[in-house]
């Protein structure tokens, strides 16, 4: 029989792309090759790219000029995909020489066939098997993505994401709870929900909103134990779904929605659709119907013509609001965006030191924040077991995998994918300490 190829994925950026990533490495094993963790080992390299920032882009372009330098030694090849390919392929050919082949998303289904392409044949006697799918995962077992459409209606004013992925484009409802039903078979105890904007799912597949709808199915099914929803938009937050996270046995008292900024003035040039007012309506309103509602958002500082009175209004936002769980991006040049060309360009050092003022001012809250929690009694989901001395990872209900909080606990039996009670003994900045009752 003969050898079998073999490849290694480097997987960049959000979550969604993790989960083209999963697709893309199923194909290969479905089609005989082995993956690799060390690209070095590899016959070939896939490098899956972000292209959502400048940040992110030159992160992609760096891996690339790595993997590429990796031909020097065993690697035969390097293919690149993801959101850099569509609109800064030039950017990469420039910078980063010597990729062997680009892989747009429409091609994504025939990865197996491009990379056979590129590797040599094999003379010797081989056998033909039937083909069988792989599904492979990239997430630890207790945890999965679930991405429920792909693509983006809106037309932000500092984003190309629309551009690059195209319109949305919801996946059969069916289908996705057959896909939950397999991971919880699997093992995971944890659905993460994910799109561009998960809160308009549905609409052009069956002509209504159908997040609620799916999230209660998804909620029935047994082995899983939380099921969390992350990107909704803001003017989509409404009765339905703040119901939904109110009642459901299984989906989590926990929203991401990205609010971006809190100025009516700037809002209206980003082009979001909304102003201050629908913002702190929306928190007022998932304060009130959600027990324990845990709020995650996104800012953007530096926006062209972001004022000094802009910024201390989003400011005033964020101390009224009290968002538990904040990120915080300095506002990049986006070539192709209608931001692009906007004037008020904020100077570097501008976007620098507001930057540093909104996140201390959220370090006051996320602190105080876990103040409170100590001498609570709380769910948490395990991720790492102790290890050398190092505590066991876990995350609370109100932390989702990767971007929030961690909780310590010493103890060495604990393995990842437990669900326990724990009793929160300190906390260590924005991260906890805990130990196992009694």
Known sequence: MAQKHTVSFISL??????????????????????????????????????????????????????????????????LVAGCMVGNYKDQIEKEAPGVDRFVPFV??????????????KDPSPSFTVERRRVDAALTPGHYAYLKISEGCNHTCAFCVIPDIRGPMRSLPEDDLVARARTLAERGVKELVVIAQDSTVYGTDLYG??????????????????????????????????????????????????????????????????????????MVQDLRDRVPDIALRTTFIVGFPGETDADFEELLDFVREARVERLGAFRYSDEAGSRAADLDGQVPESVKDER???????????????????????????????AVDGHPAVARRRRDAPEVDASVFIQNDALRPGDLIQVEITGASGYDLRATLPG
């Open 13 to 78: 950026g959000c979550p969604k792309n993790l989960v083209d990533s999963e697709g893309l490495v199923s194909t290969l094993l479905s089609r005989g090759f082995r993956v690799l963790d060390d690209p070095k080992d590899a016959d070939l390299v896939v490098v899956n790219t972000c292209g959502f920032l400048a940040a992110s882009r030159s992160e992609s372009v760096d891996t690339i000029k790595e993997a590429v330098a990796l031909k020097d030694g065993g690697v035969q090849g390097v």
């Open 107 to 120: 091609d994504y289904s025939n990865i197996d066939g491009i990379a056979e392409e590129l590797l040599p």
């Open 208 to 281: 209504s909103n159908r997040t609620s709808r799916l999230l209660h199915r998804l909620d029935s099914i047994e082995g899983v134990e939380w099921i969390r929803l992350m990107y909704a938009y803001p003017t989509e937050v409404r009765d339905e779904l703040i119901e939904t996270l109110a009642t459901s046995e299984r989906v989590l008292p926990y929203l991401d929605v990205p609010m971006q900024h809190a100025s009516d003035s700037v809002l209206k040039r980003m082009r979001r659709g909304y102003g201050r007012a629908r913002l702190s309506r």
């Open 355 to 385: 930057y540093d003022r909104l996140m201390m001012e959220q370090q006051q809250i996320a602190f105080a924040h876990n103040e409170a929690s100590i001498g609570t009694t709380e769910s948490v989901l395990v991720d790492a077991a």
